[in-house]
């Protein structure tokens, strides 16, 4: 019984030897797979168990390949300090040149101004708009929402910052939403979704 299987590799590679690439014209190699299904399967459980028994091959490694990786500078545009990355040239930027979030002026408290989801935190829905939803960011970027006035926009950011370094205080990565005594949907702001 185990001789068979080879007698039928034996005639398959006798079939296959002549032909072109698959790659290049699969018609006859279907035509064998067709004509010779038995003989096909045999090939291929042999070709497999030969694979699965031989040794594995080594790759070098990427410095052994010679892999270098490419330095990537992040530049600050307003001074001369160069940065490793862009999210440490941003927290420079925010920090150095007083840079802030352009989507923190359509915003008033825990509700989406665009899409009215409640959020939790003001600081969340700034970046639910910036990063999150689209749609949001491109009512924001079309001018349709009113901008809060300078005066309430700094109470605002003073009370953001406050919050900020409170949850620091305490040990947090950061600002952490209150949890909701009441449902989503009676919360102020929040559309009133079926109620009569």
Known sequence: MVARPAIFCQVMSD????????????????????????????MVKMFLAHVASAPPVSRPSRSEAGFQPVPRSWPCDECTSVFAS?????SHKMAKHGH??????????????SCQVSFGTRARVIDHIAHRCK?????????SLPQVPEAILQVLDA?????????RKRGESHLLAPRPSAPASLLVGAPAVGLH
């Not at 862009?86 to 941003?90: H, N």
């Not at 949001?136 to 001018?143: I, M, N, P, Q, T």
């Not at 009370?159 to 900020?164: N, S």
């Open 15 to 42: 079939k296959v030897e002549g032909m072109v690439s698959p790659s290049v014209d699969l018609e006859p190699w279907e035509r064998v797979w067709r004509e010779h299904r038995v003989a096909w399967k045999s």
């Open 86 to 90: 862009s999210k440490a040239m941003w």
């Open 100 to 113: 802030r979030n352009k989507y923190r002026l359509f915003v008033v408290g825990v509700v989406c101004p």
């Open 135 to 143: 749609k949001c960011k491109l009512v924001a970027d079309s001018g």
């Open 159 to 167: 009370e953001t910052q406050a919050a900020r370094v409170s949850a």
